[in-house]
């Protein structure tokens, strides 16, 4: 079963617009985190920001913000005033406690582009 | 800091060959590194748990005979595909843990490396 839902393939937003990507995820596990990374065209992996599940507070981080809502088990991530530097690939991850190793389950991802 | 070197960046192997990766955490120790492939537009999927000292542990389809991984120290993990054939051609990127991090700690990534068998 699908632990992590993206359900946008792809989004445009203008420069200095605000957008949210969407992200859903399926656990029984009580604690668990969140993670949003940003993929550029070169490959690179680049974490932006982390949300606990006991968190009250949505984690924000600059221009990154995380909408965590538990009891709709779902995590999205807002960036204001996009900037072109923006346009990449971006995945939702969750590790989940009961996982020792603390591996990392992705998202199928939202190709975000910024345009001017 | 929590620098992951990965290498080769790209290569180019025959079918048939093995091809070696190498990935290095520059800065930190990692006890557990983890090993991803990604096809082009899709997510990055979870080949391999890899462990200081212990044998590798492979997700449910991934051949463990055709993707060995070693992790000889607490800083350096190898994936080798033995015998590459043309549908082994893809980006696989692998990526570490700090040792002692907890369930907030991130992964850290290296480049990763574009495999094409021709």
């Known amino acids: 079963a699908q632990k992590i839902t993206q359900t946008q393939p792809g989004m445009f937003v203008q420069e200095k617009e605000a957008v949210t990507l969407d992200c859903t995820y399926d656990t029984s596990d009580q604690s668990y985190g969140l993670f949003w990374y940003k993929q550029p065209s070169s490959g690179e992996m680049i974490f932006l920001i982390y949300?606990?599940?006991?968190?009250?507070q949505n984690a924000t981080e600059g221009r990154y913000s995380l909408n965590f809502q538990k009891a709709r088990k779902s995590a999205n991530l807002v960036i204001s005033a996009s900037q072109l530097g923006d346009s990449a690939m971006y995945f939702c991850?969750?590790?989940?406690?009961?996982?020792?190793?603390?591996?990392?389950?992705f998202g199928a991802g939202t190709q975000v582009v910024v345009t001017p | 800091g929590a620098v992951v070197s990965q290498h080769p960046s790209w290569v180019i192997c025959k079918s048939g060959t093995s091809v070696k990766i190498e990935c290095r955490s520059l800065?930190?120790?990692?006890?557990?590194m983890f090993w991803y492939r990604q096809f082009p537009k899709q997510s990055l999927m979870l080949m391999a748990t890899s462990n200081e000292g212990s044998k590798a542990t492979y997700e449910q389809g991934v051949e463990k005979d055709k993707f060995l991984i070693n992790h000889a120290s607490l800083t350096l993990s190898t994936l080798t595909v033995t015998s590459a054939h043309p549908e082994d051609s893809s980006f696989y990127i692998c990526?570490?843990?700090?040792?002692?991090?907890?369930?907030?700690?991130?992964?850290?990534f290296g480049n990763g490396t574009r495999l094409t068998v021709t």
């Open positions: 991850a969750m590790r989940e406690r009961k996982d020792s190793w603390g591996k990392l389950q």
């Open positions: 800065d930190f120790q990692a006890t557990t």
């Open positions: 949300q606990g599940s006991y968190d009250e």
């Open positions: 990526s570490a843990r700090d040792l002692g991090g907890g369930l907030n700690s991130p992964l850290h």
